[in-house]
């Protein structure tokens, strides 16, 4: 990665993302969701999903590929069951259009389900959920994405990258937040990862003949990804396309046809959020046993918890400014024309 030379107060980053996606043909509140997404990414250091993104955001738009001035459809359909149709634009909105309903359904029923279709994400997956926890819920959402995954034991690949994220508050302490991809490796690591040309551990990937290689480049010229833990994560992988495109009505990770769109990047899939209130349970007493498990595992040696980088990562960008290098801000100028 390039030098750092800049380094943006938050809220300024934010407004240049949501002017480029704007000028790229969104709505300005598509932009705005779009935006507080990629623009967080980038503060936490999850630079996978941060700036490094907007030029496949703008080439998608582009393309014509996704409307980036859908309105997405809400349906209340049960007690405890929203559905949105995302009109073939992106989750984010479709999330913040039915938030308000998921929220009050979780609260009366004590677990609500939101199903989105016709949707396309392929960003950051933390955020979707972690404001849920900082209100005291818990959150556990899934995403799958386009095919480039190999199933264990098969010999070509059909599953995406298909995260599961999931949050929970923690009494006296950042919420306990992780989002992990059911790959070896996230797919934008990958590419980061060739345009440093750097090597890969082994057993991320495989080449164009199916042959394990730690070479990013051909993972991304015809190869795929391996899932992680072999068996375990293949399940999981599969759980995630049951729940995320076979129950939502969304597209498998190998359903839609994007060769018509030259430029499109953002899979056409689905995504389900889980929602509960642990106050119908155990009243306010969640908290803090989320607290008293974090003790206990720091207590036996655990130096980090999953997702702690990233809040140490914001709270430098809220001392320092949001860390964008010579080659990503000389990017942003060029997209925001």
């Known amino acids: 990665m390039s030098a750092p030379v800049h380094h943006l107060p938050f809220a300024d980053l934010e407004v240049l993302l949501q002017q480029i996606f704007e000028r790229h043909g969104t709505s300005a509140e598509v932009a705005r969701s779009l ?6 990414a980038q503060r936490d250091g999850a630079h996978s999903h941060g700036v490094f993104r907007m030029p496949a955001y703008v080439s998608t738009l582009n393309s014509g590929w996704v409307d980036g001035k859908a309105q997405p459809q809400v349906e209340d359909v049960a007690s405890g069951y929203v559905r949105v149709d995302a009109q073939g634009g992106f989750a984010q909105p479709a999330l913040a259009a039915a938030r ?6 979780a609260r009366s029923a004590g677990i609500a389900v939101l199903a989105i279709h016709n949707s396309h994400h392929f960003a950051a997956l933390w955020p979707d959920v972690e404001p849920f926890a900082e209100e005291g819920l818990v959150a556990l959402s899934v995403v799958n994405s386009m095919t ?5 034991g098969a010999q070509q690949p059909l599953f995406g990258t298909n995260p599961i994220a999931f949050a929970a508050p923690c009494a006296g302490n950042d919420p306990i937040v992780f989002d992990m991809a059911t790959s070896a490796i996230a797919h934008g690591d990958v590419q980061i990862a060739a345009r440093k040309g750097e090597l ?14 730690c070479d990013p480049k051909a993972i991304l010229a015809g190869g795929a990804l391996l899932p992680f833990g072999g068996h375990k994560g293949s399940a999981l992988s599969m759980m995630v396309e049951l729940l995320a495109a076979a129950l939502t009505g ?4 190998f359903e839609f046809d ?3 769109h030259p430029g499109a990047k953002t899979p056409w899939t689905g995504q389900l959020i889980i929602v509960i209130d642990p106050a119908k349970s155990v009243g ?32 430098l960008s809220a001392r320092e400014g949001v860390m964008v290098t010579a080659e990503e801000w000389a990017g942003l100028q060029a997209l925001a024309g």
């Open 100 to 105: 308000e309903l998921l929220v009050s359904k």
């Open 284 to 315: 306010n007493r969640f908290a803090e046993r989320s607290r008293e498990l974090v003790r206990q595992m720091q207590a036996v040696g655990l130096q980090r918890m999953p997702g702690e980088r990233r809040f140490r990562e914001r709270e």
């Open 250 to 253: 969304g597209n498998f990770s």
């Open 258 to 260: 994007w060769s018509q």
């Open 148 to 152: 480039c995954v190999v199933p264990h």
């Open 35 to 40: 935006a507080y997404n990629c623009a967080s």
């Open 200 to 213: 890969l551990p082994e057993g991320m990937g495989v080449d164009s003949a199916g042959e394990p290689t």
